[in-house]
């Protein structure tokens, strides 16, 4: 494994907070940071998902492995539940112009509270106060109702053919793709976006997500059905992905973050998993994990229905799990607060796991894992 890359500024750092946490732990946003040549950020999936490379965490014996995704059956054992976020991503990205010629990017991002409305982000936005008009010619008509501070619009939408402009994005949009992904130019490879930025088993009646929950990229039909022949059996849980889960923490230390709200959808067939769980529990992505976690604390036993809520749980050392027991994830942002999720769930409990993560990734630097959504996993066991 690589040495421990903590510079002797930022172990005093993880040092005194180690020393305080009794009174007031206070974990430095820095202590999250590290250096990642541009390179590693991957710009398009693998050729096949789960050729994708695998890092294999084993706590309890703190060692890692290096395999390929196709090879994560050899660590899962009859009687897991894989649980996942069969969210489907809305090709939400919308292209249209204003009545000056001037060209608009309209950004879905979820429902607003009338009919017909969206709360989206628009570019440019200063060009585009209350009261504002852009289209898109025998498609839609939309009209800026409100913007908010934090710099989200909310808009009317008139479709020509009388379709809800869901309907409308699904036939022309384009896949909301993160920041780090260079704009697509290439028909094609905004055709593979569609595909690849979309897991296997996203339900088209779940299309509720601004951002892929990343982790379930790298399944396959074929993996899937060899893990079900292995009595590895799936819950489902829908979780509305929003933009602000590339939010980077921008406060000096880490409790000041304010942590965005989504929400999800948690099946009675799912809960009853987290109540009598089966050999081990392993969420497919922090996605699911924050949504089965914040469950778990609002409630003592499975619900009788369905249920629907909003996760604002905020997830860092030295924080521990009652839902979780494995966790698959892809290699994260710096300063992210996904870093801080699982360098507290290498180490539940304390926060030995933020220096822990720092060195496993340093060594997936040094071996060149492709990071962020379309990169590389890591199964933490």
């Known amino acids: 494994m690589g040495a421990c890359i903590l510079n002797a500024w930022q172990q005093s750092r993880l040092d005194s907070s180690r020393e305080n946490s009794a009174l007031a732990l206070i974990l430095k946003t820095d202590l999250f940071d590290f250096p990642l040549p541009e390179h590693l950020i991957a710009q398009t999936p693998a050729q096949q998902r789960d050729q994708s490379r695998l890092l294999v965490v084993h706590r309890r014996e703190r060692r890692i492995e290096h395999r390929h995704f196709r090879d994560i059956g050899a660590y899962l054992q009859s009687g897991d539940t894989l649980i996942r976020n069969n969210a489907s991503v809305i090709p939400a990205r919308l292209h249209a112009r204003r009545p000056t010629g001037g060209q608009v990017e309209c950004l879905l991002l979820r429902p607003a509270a009338a009919t017909h409305e969206w709360w989206c982000l628009l570019r440019p936005g200063r060009k585009l106060p209350p009261g504002e008009k852009f289209s898109r010619d025998g498609l839609f008509t939309a009209t800026v109702q409100e913007k908010n501070d934090n710099g989200t619009f909310r808009v009317a939408f008139d479709c020509a053919d009388g379709s809800e402009i869901l309907a409308v994005a699904q036939r022309i949009g384009e896949m909301p793709l993160p920041p780090y992904i260079a704009a697509r130019s290439d028909d094609s490879l905004k055709q593979l976006d569609r595909e690849r930025y979309q897991t296997v088993y996203a339900a088209p009646a779940r299309a509720v997500a601004a951002a892929a929950p990343t982790a379930g990229l790298h399944f396959t039909t074929e993996l899937l059905a060899q893990l079900a022949q292995q009595n590895i059996a799936s819950a489902d849980v829908t979780l509305h992905v929003g933009l602000g889960t590339f939010r980077p923490i921008m406060t000096d230390d880490v409790e000041d973050h304010v942590i965005h709200r989504e929400i999800y959808e948690l099946p009675s067939a799912t809960q009853r998993v ?108």
């Open 274 to 381: 987290l109540f009598a769980p089966p050999r081990r529990r392993i969420a497919v992505g922090t996605t699911s994990l924050r949504s089965i976690e914040d469950f778990r604390r609002r409630h003592a036993a499975p619900l009788e229905h369905d249920y629907v809520g909003e996760a604002d749980i905020f997830v860092y050392p030295p924080s521990r799990f009652t839902a979780t027991d494995a966790l698959l994830t892809n290699f994260h942002q710096p300063r992210s607060t996904l870093l801080c999720l699982v360098s507290a769930f290498l180490q539940p409990g304390s926060i030995d796991g933020v220096a822990w993560l720092r060195e496993i990734y340093a060594e997936a630097v040094a071996r060149e894992y492709r990071f962020f959504s379309y990169g590389d996993a890591m199964l933490i066991l």
